[in-house]
């Protein structure tokens, strides 16, 4: 399994917006970019990390920071979660799994026994050069906005 290394550059990968529009990932050079990867929509620890980042979604844009939140759900999937909760932060769609591989996160699990592809999640925070500075892997939910919050103030 391949996966980004800090000092690469975003890559020239699309994700489906909930819209069913196509975004780049190399179209958010130029500004601070956090890319953030949660396993479903609509589970309590999904739903609490896309509620953080709205949460903070102001202070993101105060710093000059885009924010994008990925899982393999589909555009409509989004739409409803997004309408549920009302939430402000960004999600796109990666059904077909490339930017989740190309980023490492694309994973074996286990649960109860059973092994199955999912979802690990993890956030990556890129320079506005589109180089990546920080990554936080296998992350835990509670606190973890305000500690990428604080990385994108260190590199404001």
Not at 128 to 133: F, H, R, T
Request: aromatic share 10%; with cysteine; net charge negative.
């Amino acid at each position: 399994m391949t996966t980004i290394e800090q000092g690469a550059t975003l890559p020239d990968l699309e994700l489906v917006l909930p819209d069913g529009t196509r975004t780049n990932l190399r179209a958010r050079i130029g500004r601070a970019f956090v890319l953030y990867f949660y396993p479903k929509d609509d589970t309590s620890g999904c739903t609490r990390e896309a509620q953080d980042f709205s949460a903070h979604q102001a202070d993101f844009d105060a710093l000059g920071a885009d924010v994008l939140g990925v899982s393999r759900d589909t555009p409509a999937k989004h739409q409803k979660f997004i309408a549920k909760y009302d939430l402000s932060v960004p999600l796109a769609s990666d059904e077909d799994a490339v930017v989740l591989e190309a980023f490492g996160v694309w994973v074996e699990k286990q649960m109860y026994g059973k092994t199955y592809m999912g979802i690990e999640r993890a956030t990556f925070l890129f320079d506005a050069k589109g180089v990546l500075v920080r990554a936080w892997r296998k992350v835990r939910v509670p606190g973890h906005v305000a500690e990428v919050l604080d990385a994108v103030r260190a590199i404001a």
